[in-house]
């Protein structure tokens, strides 16, 4: 309950905020609240760690899903491990990691719940090599709104398992889930992380993506011209930890507690901040063994950085762009750093050939690009409309669980499946970003 309180109007990028008219708790798997009577419309809802407004429902109810937090069972042979949905990718790790387990894809915060994970069907540093999470569910339940439940997995109720992995909390409420686990050496990720140039360089040291499990590149989304698209890139697989397991239920000791002024984040701050980021980094490729919440989950460090965007809060803009068209990342790096709009570091990554997992999956085979900008109003929606042209020329697609303002013809173009989903969802359940991209 704690956790959706705090983010039940809101959503990670604190835009939009959204009123419910109530908050039902969901505890028991076996006695689930009676959604026949509900006269508005449902929407789940868990850790609320996506940006936009695909959590919220504004005017309808929210199912707060949290308190779905029990472990069921555990094969240890085939490492499948079932819980219910609102069991969160730290506790996960917490219980796993000791036994020789990990997630088989991890996004970059460990405050997701398994519901939310399949929802948006999240991806992580490693989808050149394992997809995404979605690939990893074997079955799941469903509560639909006429009370039905119905086990789901690739070869029962198939339509609506591929529809529910990606599916935006909008086919039924899941209440438990099973994943696949991957076997690891330890708590470790040999890194190796090295400062390159230029988006040319980028391209050169993503080539080799292949030969290692977990790759990323953390970019400046404010150097132009020769050093356009320079930044960091990192890489590493699992390890032997020496020393101590990290222990991911740890609450971080920094936390920002009110919100900054809107102003602290500025051209000039960001500027520093990512040439020091840059210049800090080794010139040359260098390893090191790291614990993995450090590799994973550097923006975990400190509680509550969503409040450094001020009260207006921010959006993250996630695009990915096929790979014979690297002119369209070039094209969308330039306007980013020439709108003046504070973009600090961004997050730029090659996904793998595997197949959608979902009806609805955003990862596909490209080059994905996430930009965080502090909202300002209609610059902030026009420049963000820019950058949807530039994708949807490419034939790419932004990612929903970021997204608070897509038009719905955008939406249309990169979810061509949206008419095989839309036959698969539950009339009862819906969001605000579900009725604006959902719109004839
Ligand atoms: C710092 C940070 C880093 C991130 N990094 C990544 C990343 O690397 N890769 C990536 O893919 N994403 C990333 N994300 C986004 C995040 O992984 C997703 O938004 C995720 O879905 C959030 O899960 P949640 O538990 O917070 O769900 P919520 O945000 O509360 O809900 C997300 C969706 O799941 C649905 N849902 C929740 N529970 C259930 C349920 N039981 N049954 C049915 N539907 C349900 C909701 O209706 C909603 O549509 C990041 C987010 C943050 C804040």
Not at 152 to 179: Q, S, V
């Given at each position: 309950m704690d956790r959706v309180r705090h983010t039940a109007g809101l959503s990670w990028g604190r835009y939009p905020r959204a009123t419910h008219t109530r908050i039902l708790p969901v505890t028991w798997r076996s006695d689930p609240p009676p959604l026949e009577g509900v006269r508005e419309t449902v929407l789940p809802h868990a850790c609320g760690r996506s940006y936009g407004d695909s959590c919220l429902n504004a005017g309808g109810a929210l199912l707060d899903a949290t308190g779905l937090d029990r472990f069921i069972s555990f094969d240890q042979a085939a490492g499948l491990l079932r819980c219910e949905a609102g069991v969160t990718l730290a506790e996960i790790l917490a219980l796993m990691v000791p036994r020789g387990w990990f997630l088989p894809v991890l996004p970059g915060t460990r405050w997701v719940s398994v519901g939310g994970a399949i929802a948006n069907d999240i991806h992580g540093k490693n989808h050149h090599r394992a997809g995404s999470f979605g690939a990893h569910v074997t079955a799941f339940e469903l509560l639909r709104s006429s009370g039905?439940?119905?086990?789901?997995?690739?070869?029962?109720?198939?339509?609506?398992?591929?529809?529910?992995?990606?599916?935006?909390?909008?086919?039924?409420?899941?209440?438990?889930?099973?994943?696949?686990?991957?076997?690891?050496?330890?708590?470790?990720?040999?890194?190796?992380?090295?400062?390159?140039?230029?988006?040319?360089?980028?391209?050169?040291?993503?080539?080799?993506?292949?030969?290692?499990?977990?790759?990323?590149?953390w970019v400046d989304c404010l150097a132009?011209?020769?050093?356009?698209?320079?930044?960091?890139?990192?890489?590493?697989?699992?390890?032997?930890?020496?020393?101590?397991?990290?222990?991911?239920?740890?609450?971080?000791?920094?936390?920002?507690?009110?919100?900054?002024?809107?102003?602290?984040?500025?051209?000039?701050?960001?500027?520093?901040?990512?040439?020091?980021?840059?210049?800090?980094?080794?010139?040359?490729?260098?390893?090191?063994?790291?614990?993995?919440?450090?590799?994973?989950?550097?923006?975990?460090?400190?509680?509550?950085?969503?409040?450094?965007?001020?009260?207006?809060?921010?959006?993250?803009?996630?695009?990915?762009?096929?790979?014979?068209?690297?002119?369209?990342?070039?094209?969308?790096?330039?306007?980013?750093?020439?709108?003046?709009?504070?973009?600090?570091?961004?997050?730029?990554?090659?996904?793998?050939?595997?197949?959608?997992?979902?009806?609805?999956?955003?990862?596909?085979?490209?080059?994905?690009?996430?930009?965080?900008?502090?909202?300002?109003?209609?610059r902030t929606l026009d420049l963000l409309e820019v950058l949807d042209t530039i994708v949807r020329h490419a034939g790419g697609a932004v990612y929903p669980a970021k997204d608070a303002r897509m038009s719905a013809e955008s939406f249309r173009a990169f979810f061509p499946h949206l008419e095989a989903f839309r036959a698969q969802a539950d009339p009862r359940f819906s969001s605000s970003f579900w009725r604006r991209v959902s719109a004839a």
């Open positions: 039905e439940r119905l086990v789901c997995a690739p070869d029962r109720n198939p339509e609506l398992f591929r529809a529910t992995i990606g599916g935006l909390g909008l086919t039924g409420l899941i209440l438990w889930a099973e994943l696949r686990l991957v076997r690891v050496p330890g708590a470790g990720i040999a890194m190796e992380r090295v400062r390159y140039p230029a988006l040319g360089a980028f391209f050169e040291l993503s080539a080799q993506d292949a030969e290692y499990e977990y790759t990323v590149a132009r011209g020769r050093r356009l698209g320079r930044g960091v890139y990192m890489r590493g697989d699992h390890a032997e930890l020496p020393g101590a397991t990290p222990s991911p239920l740890r609450r971080p000791t920094l936390r920002v507690p009110a919100d900054a002024p809107s102003l602290l984040l500025n051209r000039w701050t960001l500027s520093v901040f990512n040439a020091a980021y840059y210049v800090g980094a080794p010139r040359t490729l260098r390893r090191t063994v790291v614990p993995y919440d450090r590799f994973f989950f550097p923006l975990d460090g400190v509680d509550g950085w969503n409040r450094l965007y001020g009260p207006r809060g921010f959006v993250q803009y996630q695009c990915v762009v096929p790979e014979d068209h690297p002119e369209a990342l070039r094209a969308l790096l330039e306007r980013v750093s020439h709108s003046g709009q504070a973009a600090g570091l961004g997050v730029l990554k090659r996904f793998g050939q595997a197949p959608p997992a979902g009806l609805l999956s955003f990862p596909r085979p490209g080059f994905t690009l996430a930009v965080d900008i502090a909202f300002r109003g209609e």
